[in-house]
């Protein structure tokens, strides 16, 4: 897996991500002892909000970015952004008001919002093999994991000798040092496209993932991603300190085993994809975290919950959620000519983020009104509806060719090469405006 690292293009990306999810994760520690400054007792409300703020303008924001991404200079439309990222953090430690950390908050993930379909698009054209690809997106996956452990234990040793403030001026660093290793090497330029109207434009990365059966399917099982991931962010501190009444490291090394699942999915799945398609991998993956979730509320109805037994539940589903988004972006490469990919990314983006936006405060809901086995059973119940779902819309005959007929250009279209039936891989676009075998 490691052996990509070799290609000195991706390589600077990659570091680039690294520094960068780094600052961003020394820039939650800091947010939440902002708002206990601001707003003491009600700092709960304040980080749901921001939390809010950040899913808002990520559904709103990437399609957006995404319809403009082919028109500019890759390099210097992510390097802009870096930097405006890196200002907004420049500037929350001197705020006074709460309405100007939400204000800096929207800005800066904003920015997020247009820089990550645009860098992930951009991966598949510097690494165009599968194979490296596929070990690329390990890779990627590898790294939002460490960056869940590492980041908080760094921001505990700098909390030793700094004031939280000065954790902003590190997520100052991370963008910087990302918008440096972009800058420090030439990346693929967008081809050139036809001229589209705004709403065309705008659109364009939705309509083409809404048509692609597997791409439907693939938001499905963002859902069950979504029910089971929102289950552990947003409950484990209540299963930890309220239930068990243990300590936050025990609250840490809980969410130690998740992402440790996680890891060692990332390690095994390059492997594993060679051998087999992305569609029973995937699906695999999302009844791994159904079944969790289920033997879980089971087992605390029988048993009552223990510390060990929720360790070893949520690392199962630390598995099972990346066996699912691993190879998700495997499915929007295939499903998208290069010129369209960062629409097409950015939709995934915004609209795997909308099922996180409607699984978090289904989760808190449960938890607070019914408990813990409810939330469990429920949320379980959403991740098997997204399964269900994903397996009608996501034919297992998914070929890599599809044969299919043209009326709808003339004879001498260059597509057709003189034949009008022809096999090709399937891709929506002009020429194949629907998901078919007739045109």
Same mark, same amino acid.
């Given at each position: 897996m490691l052996s990509i690292l070799a290609d000195r293009t991706y390589r600077h990306l990659f570091l680039a991500q690294i520094v960068a999810l780094l600052g961003t994760g020394l820039a939650t520690v800091a947010l939440g002892l902002l708002a206990y400054d601001l707003a003491g007792e009600n700092a709960a409300m304040v980080l749901g909000t921001v939390f809010t703020i950040k899913m808002v303008a990520y559904v709103g924001v990437a399609p957006v970015a995404g319809a403009f991404a082919d028109r500019v200079n890759r390099r210097v439309l992510l390097v802009a952004? %870096?930097?405006?990222?890196?200002?907004?953090?420049?500037?929350?430690?001197?705020?006074?008001?709460?309405?100007?950390?939400?204000?800096?908050?929207?800005?800066?993930?904003?920015?997020?919002?247009?820089?990550?379909? @645009?860098?992930?698009?951009?991966?598949? %054209?510097?690494?165009?093999?599968?194979?490296r690809y596929t070990r690329a997106l390990s890779?990627?996956?590898l790294a939002y994991d460490l960056e869940n452990i590492?980041?908080?234990?760094?921001?505990?040793?700098?909390? @030793?000798?700094?004031?939280? #403030?000065?954790?902003?001026?590190?997520?100052?660093?991370?963008?910087?040092?990302?918008?440096?290793?972009?800058?420090?090497?030439?990346?693929?330029?967008?081809?050139?496209?036809?001229?589209?109207?705004?709403? %065309?434009?705008?659109?364009?990365?939705?309509?083409?993932?809404?048509?692609t059966p597997r791409l439907r399917g693939l938001l499905a099982l963002n859902m069950?991603?979504?029910?089971?991931?929102?289950?552990?962010?947003? #409950?484990?501190?209540?299963?930890?300190?309220?239930?068990?009444?243990?300590?936050e490291v025990a609250l840490a090394w809980t969410m130690f085993a998740f992402g440790f699942g996680s890891m060692i999915a990332a390690f095994v799945l390059?492997?594993?994809? %060679?051998?087999?398609?992305?569609?029973?991998?995937?699906?695999?993956?999302?009844?791994?975290?159904?079944?969790?979730?289920?033997?879980?509320?089971?087992?605390?109805?029988?048993?009552?919950?223990?510390?060990?037994?929720?360790?070893?539940a949520w690392l199962a589903v630390g598995f099972g959620y990346s066996a699912v988004l691993t190879p998700s972006s495997r499915l929007l490469r295939r499903s998208a000519h290069a010129e369209d990919r960062p629409a097409v990314f950015a939709?995934?983006?915004?609209?795997?983020?909308?099922?996180?936006?409607?699984c978090y405060p289904l989760a808190g809901w449960l938890m607070t009104r019914f408990g813990a086995v409810?939330?469990?059973?429920?949320?379980?119940?959403?991740?098997?509806?997204?399964?269900?779902?994903?397996?009608?819309?996501?034919?297992a005959s998914d070929t890599a060719e599809v044969e299919h007929t043209h009326d709808n250009l003339l004879p001498d279209h260059p +597509?057709?090469?003189?034949?009008?039936? +022809?096999?090709?891989?399937?891709?929506?676009?002009?020429? +194949?405006?629907?998901?078919?075998?007739?045109?």
């Open positions: 952004l %870096d930097l405006v990222r890196a200002g907004c953090a420049l500037a929350l430690p001197f705020v006074s008001e709460v309405w100007q950390v939400y204000g800096l908050i929207f800005l800066l993930q904003s920015a997020s919002a247009a820089f990550t379909p @645009t860098f992930q698009a951009t991966i598949p %054209d510097v690494l165009p093999e599968e194979e890779l990627s996956r590492v980041s908080p234990t760094l921001a505990a040793l700098l909390l @030793t000798v700094m004031s939280y #403030n000065s954790l902003f001026l590190g997520t100052v660093v991370g963008f910087l040092g990302s918008a440096l290793l972009v800058v420090s090497v030439l990346l693929p330029s967008p081809k050139a496209t036809a001229p589209r109207g705004i709403y %065309d434009r705008t659109t364009r990365g939705i309509r083409i993932y809404l048509a069950a991603v979504a029910a089971a991931g929102a289950m552990v962010l947003v #409950n484990s501190v209540i299963l930890v300190r309220g239930m068990l009444g243990l300590s390059p492997r594993v994809l %060679d051998r087999m398609a992305d569609r029973p991998v995937m699906l695999a993956g999302a009844g791994v975290m159904v079944a969790v979730l289920l033997a879980l509320a089971a087992a605390m109805l029988a048993l009552g919950l223990t510390w060990p037994m929720l360790m070893v939709a995934q983006f915004a609209l795997s983020h909308a099922c996180w936006l409607l409810t939330a469990l059973l429920v949320l379980a119940l959403v991740a098997a509806l997204g399964i269900i779902i994903a397996l009608r819309l996501w034919p +597509h057709l090469q003189g034949h009008r039936t +022809h096999s090709h891989a399937l891709v929506i676009d002009d020429q +194949h405006p629907k998901w078919g075998t007739s045109f």
